[in-house]
């Protein structure tokens, strides 16, 4: 008889957990020493080398949620891609990412790999072809992000992987939208997988952290360069976020149920010119984040109407939070012009679709009706506001 593969809230429960031999507590103990014995032990722990008790064993936990055979924690977000990256990229390389693309991603290429010597090339679009003729003999890595930052656009993950397999390609993707209760990317093939834990892995706002989820073979080559770039976090953080996973399923799930009901009312509103949201039929992905995801995830954007104010409309808000981040228990919204994708030219933005009255919202775990009396009475004092003005 096969053994059952346990499920994603008993894998969130107890994969991963540091054992308290000594007083049988319920939950992992914290180890926080930096100073560990190097003689007569199987492994020489220093917190550099991500290996600390709790470092160790989250890893675990992030390795069989996303379905790998291995996984590690960073200090952040960008810790983990900037080292995921760098792990398999050196000058002379090149590396494919598509064209829509988390700030702080695009920035770090735009920024540092000409200085590194790593040549890089963005996708016109998302389809196979584009991928295709972005690809040169020098590539090394192909890297995607879906569902995307901010506009919600879905790639097709089984034709990304199939195209860098079939060229010897290492691909890669940023998975924190969907997060791994929405989306598996190794089922579909892909190789590497990138979370900023800070989002819905901790779902509490109140930490910062990465996570890299890959094959043995693979985690190892992004072991040797993480120890040389020290992104590692403290063992209070890890334990944090070991803690904050045990409920990533339940989170999850409620903000899945919340934003499909508010992407069908604000679609459903006039004063809203345009909604972004791959569980809605009109979304133009709609049936391909059908066939890869389990849900469409707790994150939308969307559009004021141009006679709108979307600053006096943010400041109107009264239960939803104008805040930077996202992906926390409380529903937060913000300006990507004026955050996290503030660092991109006015003319970047414009290539990826984001305008100035662009807002995401990420949706939290609240009461549905809630939500939607706050996003009504905003609405009803800027409509009122510009009424008045025009007259």
Excluded at 55 to 80: C, D, P, R, W
Aim: charged share 20%; net charge negative.
């Amino acid at each position: 008889m096969t053994k059952q593969k346990p499920g994603l809230n008993t894998i969130c429960t107890h994969v991963g957990e540091v054992e308290d031999k000594q007083f049988k507590g319920a939950i992992s103990p914290i180890y926080m020493s930096t100073s560990y014995a190097y003689e007569d032990v199987d492994v020489k722990r220093y917190p550099r080398y991500f290996n600390t008790p709790n470092q160790e064993m989250l890893g675990k936990k992030i390795a069989a949620l996303e379905g790998t055979e291995a996984g590690m924690v960073f200090g952040s977000g960008m810790a983990a891609v900037s080292t995921a990256l760098l792990a398999f990229l050196n000058a002379g390389d090149h590396i494919v990412l598509q064209k829509t693309l988390y700030g702080g991603t695009f920035n770090l290429v735009e920024e540092e790999f000409s200085k590194m010597g790593i040549e890089y090339t963005f996708t016109d679009g998302l389809q196979k072809a584009d991928f295709e003729k972005a690809i040169q003999t020098n590539t090394k890595v192909v890297y995607i992000e879906t569902p995307s930052n901010p506009l919600m656009t879905v790639t097709d993950m089984r034709m990304v992987a199939e195209l860098a397999q079939s060229k010897g390609i290492v691909s890669m993707i940023d998975n924190t939208f969907a997060s791994p209760v929405n989306q598996n990317p190794a089922e579909f093939g892909i190789d590497i997988i990138i979370h900023s834990a800070t989002k819905y892995m901790g779902g509490h706002s109140d930490i910062l952290a990465g996570a890299v989820a890959a094959s043995a073979a693979h985690m190892e080559q992004i072991w040797h360069k993480a120890k040389n770039l020290g992104g590692s976090l403290s063992d209070f953080t890890v334990w944090m976020l070991e803690r904050s996973l045990k409920t990533l399923v339940l989170r999850v799930k409620q903000q899945n149920k919340n934003a499909k009901k508010l992407a069908k009312w604000l679609e459903q509103n006039g004063h809203i010119k345009a909604v972004y949201y791959p569980g809605l039929k009109t979304h133009p992905d709609y049936a391909l984040a059908k066939s890869q995801m389990s849900g469409f995830g707790g994150m939308l954007s969307f559009e004021l109407a141009d006679e709108l104010d979307a600053a006096a409309f943010l400041k109107e808000l009264k239960l939803i939070k104008p805040s930077m981040s996202l992906a926390g228990v409380e529903s937060t919204i913000l300006s990507p012009t004026q955050t996290s994708h503030a660092l991109l030219s006015a003319e970047e933005r414009a290539h990826q679709g984001i305008s100035d009255g662009l807002l995401r919202f990420s949706v939290g775990i609240e009461d549905k009706a809630d939500l939607i009396a706050d996003l009504e009475q905003a609405l009803e004092k800027v409509v009122k506001d510009s009424l008045n003005f025009s007259l």
